[in-house]
């Protein structure tokens, strides 16, 4: 792609052209060197986005939290884009979280754009690729870009660490969802949802919730809230945007907003300088240095180490 | 730690001694640079064990399946190494899996050794560790190595890149099975175990499996066999067991254990290669070229792509 027709692209996804944003977001997903181009094209016009990142087990209902809450933004005059990651799927290929169906209710909204993207396990996944789907949604000019992924483990920090605010979305009745949740829950949100609120033992998970915040303490002064919803009837999602706007707003005066950004800046510059140097140490399976090694460690004439060492000195 | 000083371990891992042995499994989880010199003192030591996946869904018994194979295999006169990975928690850091607990029934066996390894999220996680805690098993001289992880997407798939045999353990009545399992667990599984096999629905699951795999087809003469467990009991074990040992034949007969295990040796070489880089790129947060970068990513005033091509070329 020449760097006019990227610019081009740029400058149609800018102005609203939904279909435009949807091939430079594939461009992301296929890995493609056009996006080099593109990147240099939309850089000016990025940092303006609030990124919410939305994450949990399965079936806590998370598409119908960040359904509600785009209607929410959406009734404040603002521009919302969403991203549904699915970090458990990485052979398949999009649309796995439903946008199709998703979609249709804001089928005739241009002020909404829903994509879902597959981690197809090549170039270091996600942290490689959703960085860059984010970017080019800040730069078409969304308001506000909510990051939706099924809580595993790695990809559930890397979304965390993507986002400004990040909500762990929990509901009662999946009894493991306080035994996953494990410490490292605590480290990522900002905001805790108990969705399903109206089932029973809402209660009892706020509270088990609640105590768990308190062992752990606060090293900072942002203590998370606890905000209970039933996002099938809309309960609670008011309260839920403010507290993301308080969140936002403490974000701006600890100073954290920007750290938080120039962290993520760096995951960013890092993850491409690193699959950049993969592809180079890669080469063609069958023909590069890199195979002779790895027959020799197969073999045990070799260790990977002393292997890793000679790859990288030539 | 000196050449010496490995050496020695290494003699005493291999001697038998499970708390050397335990000793250099936390190295590799603590990325220690201790490693060089054990990975050189084990090289030749490797390459005799066959590694067998276990991977699947929470809840479906892995790890019961797991310690009937134990069983089976200590029966049949074999040493085993059982590694425990867990993806899911990259903060905690060991003995997430229970392996205390279980650990327990095989105490006085020194023909076992169970370990949990955690995914700390440094260094490129379980694709950089994994594979060298199988080559220190490896050269302890276990004549079988589980490597046993719960099935999230990246991790499962890294999982069955480092086995020579991959199991995917199912049980009915966890609705979401075949729905999560989708597309990929077909290009992983080497064997499907169906677990639980006396509860409703076992039948209707492996029913499913099988229309599946035969809609797939297949491009390579290993047709996955399904194999009805009931690890409770130990009903089914001995048949899993063999149609394990059937798949290692295949494997030989093929000439695909070679090939699996050179693009093993591969991944690892990778891996640490990447690693390697990905230290050298980073510096110290707040000294290095890369946070400046970060910084004038962040703004708007550079696009990563530039940046990441800057930072290479220091």
Redesign the interface.
Same mark, same amino acid.
């Given at each position: 792609m020449l760097d006019s027709q990227a610019d081009a692209l740029v400058v149609a996804a800018r102005s609203g052209d939904q279909r435009s944003l949807a091939r430079l977001v594939s461009l992301v997903e296929n890995g493609s060197p056009d996006?080099?181009p593109v990147?240099?094209a939309?850089?000016?016009?990025? #940092?303006n986005a609030r990124v919410v990142g939305l994450t949990g087990s399965?079936g806590v209902g998370k598409s119908t939290v960040t359904d509600q809450l785009v209607r929410a933004y959406r009734a404040a005059g603002q521009r919302v884009g969403v991203l549904a990651v699915?970090?458990?799927?990485?052979?398949?290929g999009g649309a796995l979280l439903g946008d199709r169906v998703r979609m249709q209710d804001h089928a005739t909204d241009s002020g909404v754009f829903i994509r879902s993207m597959a981690?197809r #396990?090549h170039l270091g996944?996600l942290s490689w690729s959703a960085?860059?789907a984010v970017?080019l949604l800040d730069a078409a000019g969304f308001d506000v870009i909510c990051v939706e992924t099924v809580g595993?483990?790695?990809?559930e920090?890397e979304i965390a660490g993507l986002a400004d605010t990040t909500l762990v979305v929990m509901a009662p009745g999946l009894g493991?969802s306080i035994q996953?949740a494990?410490?490292?829950i605590l480290?990522i949100a900002d905001v805790f949802v108990v969705n399903k609120s109206d089932r029973p033992g809402a209660s009892e998970l706020s509270r088990d919730l609640r105590s768990m915040l308190a062992m752990a303490g606060h090293d900072k002064s942002w203590k998370p809230p606890i905000v209970l919803t039933s996002a099938a009837t809309g309960t609670g999602i008011g309260e839920l945007a403010e507290r993301v706007a308080d969140h936002w707003e403490w974000l701006g005066k600890s100073g954290l907003r920007?750290e938080r950004?120039?962290?993520?800046?760096?995951e960013?510059?890092?993850a491409?300088?690193?699959a950049?140097?993969?592809r180079r140490? #890669?080469g063609l399976?069958g023909e590069s240095r890199?195979?002779e090694?790895?027959?020799r460690?197969?073999?045990?004439?070799?260790?990977?180490?002393?292997?890793?060492d000679d790859?990288?000195a030539e």
């Open positions: 996006l080099r990147m240099r939309v850089a000016p016009h990025t #940092g399965p699915d970090p458990t799927s990485p052979f398949s981690s #396990g996944g960085p860059q970017r595993v483990g790695q990809a920090v493991d996953t494990k410490a490292g480290e920007q950004r120039t962290a993520r800046a760096r960013e510059i890092s491409i300088a690193v950049d140097i993969r140490l #890669g399976p890199l195979d090694l790895a027959e460690v197969a073999a045990g004439k070799l260790d990977p180490y002393t292997a890793a790859l990288l």
